[in-house]
């Protein structure tokens, strides 16, 4: 579905992704772990094209796409969830949603109506401005908007940042939800226990390389990774 290989990525002289490899299979969900600064958002700007890896290849449904424009990129289907939300504040819930929606014709496709059935709060708040919202109301209308695009992958840059337990559990819940309609997810995270939920496979990202490839299983039972790579014991 999603097969990043062997990238090198940089900030003009500043060399960010050692040599990351990463892959995301059909109705996967695959978490992204690793500490602040570990690169996880530069990864995921590598795949959508805003910052293009200098070496290395990334493949969606078998094409590649490393050397298209970020824009081109958006309209193959892969739906980004970008870290800080970054909802427009100045629009209401329900015009967010209409900024964002695409293929809304097709058998199947999310409304609207779809995504307030998920989202019962956002219908309440349609008319609301999204900058008035509550935190995690605001993630959750960040996750709507990009189901809106129809997304045939979504990837999600932190969504539990700053939000209070009651509010993690409730993007978890959705998360859940999405894998199983058989939505491909990529979960950068630092909150290991929605990681855990979620993932049917983690990686961990330290200094811009890939440090463990495993399943949540198999990374709640490595103590030594744990405490060196995610400051969780
Ligand atoms: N636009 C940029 N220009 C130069 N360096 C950058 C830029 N963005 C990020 N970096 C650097 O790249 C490294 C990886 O940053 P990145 O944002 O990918 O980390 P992250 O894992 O997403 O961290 P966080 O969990 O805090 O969001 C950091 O050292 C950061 O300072
Ligand atoms: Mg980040």
């Known amino acids: 579905m999603l097969e990043v290989e062997r990238i090198q990525t940089f900030y003009g002289e500043s060399h960010v992704l050692h040599d990351v490899s990463l892959t995301v299979g059909a109705g996967e969900a695959v978490a992204l772990l690793g500490r602040n600064g570990a690169g996880k958002t530069t990864l995921i700007r590598s795949v959508v094209g805003f910052t293009p890896p200098r070496q290395g290849r990334i493949r969606f449904e078998g094409r590649e796409i490393h050397r298209l424009p970020a824009h081109r990129v958006?309209?193959?289907?892969?739906?980004?969830?970008?870290?800080?939300?970054?909802?427009?504040?100045?629009?209401?819930?329900?015009?967010?949603?209409?900024?964002?929606?695409?293929?809304e014709a097709a058998p199947g496709a999310w409304t609207r109506e779809r995504v307030y059935a998920l989202f019962p709060r956002l219908r309440e708040r349609a008319a609301q401005g999204g900058g008035?919202?509550?935190g995690g109301e605001q993630q959750m209308l960040a996750v709507a908007r990009a189901l809106m695009t129809n997304p045939r992958v979504l990837l999600l840059d932190e969504p539990s940042e700053g939000l209070a337990p009651i509010v993690v559990r409730e993007i978890g819940r959705v998360l859940v939800a999405l894998k199983r309609e058989g939505l491909p997810i990529l979960l950068v995270e630092q909150n290991f226990p929605l990681a855990l939920r979620v993932a049917d496979r983690v990686y961990v990202m330290n200094k811009g390389q890939i440090v463990y490839a495993g399943t949540p299983a198999g990374l709640d039972a490595d103590e030594d990774v744990k405490r060196r790579f995610l400051g969780v014991s």
């Not at 969830?81 to 964002?100: D, Y």
């Open 74 to 103: 958006a309209r193959l289907g892969l739906g980004l969830v970008p870290q800080g939300r970054r909802i427009f504040a100045p629009l209401s819930v329900a015009e967010n949603l209409a900024l964002g929606a695409r293929g």
């Open 132 to 134: 008035t919202l509550s």
